[in-house]
Structure formats: structure tokens, C-alpha cells
């Protein structure tokens, strides 16, 4: 059982910088893949990005490579995003996922646990 809690969100100009973490409960988290997801107004939930246990393979959505990156601490249980250069099409509920295989990382359904999220909003 993995419980997950996103921080990190806020309003952020264009050209921003935001951290996403994500704290994971349970002492296996070092044996899960980690993605995470956005929700944009009016949008279906899509794929941004996902990171392996040992974290040397990571995978990007196209347009987000480049600009995010993903890592992970799993001495301290936690997952981070960091976003750089932020547009307004940014803008989004982030979630983080938690996986028990690096499998199909893109489909939402490989993800068996999930966090509540955090509002992400990139203003003009």
C-alpha cells in the first residue's frame, strides 16, 4: 500500500519555475515506478512524465522535454518534478502515480495508486 501527497503547486508567470514533490508512504516506494500527470481545464488527464526505481531511465512526454525533469529521492520517499520555462498551456492539476512495474508508463491504468493533486497555474 502506497499513499501519495503532492505540494509544490502555485501561480507562476510564463518563463516560471516551479517543484512539484510528491511524499510517498510505505516502505516500498523504492521498489515503484513514479509518474506523473496533469489535468488541464476542460482537458482529459494526460501523461508528462515517469521515472524508474533506480531512477536511470526516465521518459518524457514531447512537450514538456527539455523544459521538466523528473527525479526521485527514495531515501526519502519522495518524487520530484521540476518545471522550468512554464507556459500558460501548463496549467494544470499535477498528479503523481505510483506503479509496481516500469511497463506502458504513458497509460494510467499501469498506475495503482494516486495523490490528490496540486493546481498548477501559469499566468500571462
Known amino acids: 500500500q502506497v499513499q501519495l501527497v503532492e505540494s509544490g503547486g502555485g501561480l507562476v508567470l510564463t518563463g516560471g519555475s516551479l517543484r512539484l514533490s510528491c511524499a510517498a508512504s510505505?516502505?516500498?516506494?523504492?521498489?515503484?515506478?513514479m509518474g506523473w500527470f496533469r489535468q488541464g481545464p476542460g482537458k482529459e488527464r494526460e501523461f508528462v512524465t515517469a521515472?524508474?526505481?533506480?531512477?536511470?531511465?526516465?521518459y518524457y512526454t514531447d512537450s514538456v522535454k527539455g523544459r521538466f525533469t523528473i527525479s526521485r529521492d527514495n531515501a526519502k520517499n519522495t518524487v520530484y518534478l521540476q518545471m522550468n520555462s512554464l507556459k500558460p498551456e501548463d496549467t494544470a492539476i499535477y498528479y503523481c502515480?505510483?506503479?509496481?512495474?516500469?511497463?506502458?508508463?504513458?497509460?494510467?491504468?499501469?498506475?495503482?495508486?494516486w495523490g490528490q493533486g496540486t493546481q498548477v497555474i501559469v499566468s500571462s
Open positions: 510505505g516502505r516500498s516506494f523504492s521498489t515503484y515506478a
Open positions: 521515472i524508474n526505481w533506480s531512477a536511470d531511465h526516465t
Open positions: 502515480a505510483a506503479s509496481s512495474r516500469y511497463y506502458s508508463v504513458r497509460d494510467p491504468d499501469e498506475y495503482g495508486y
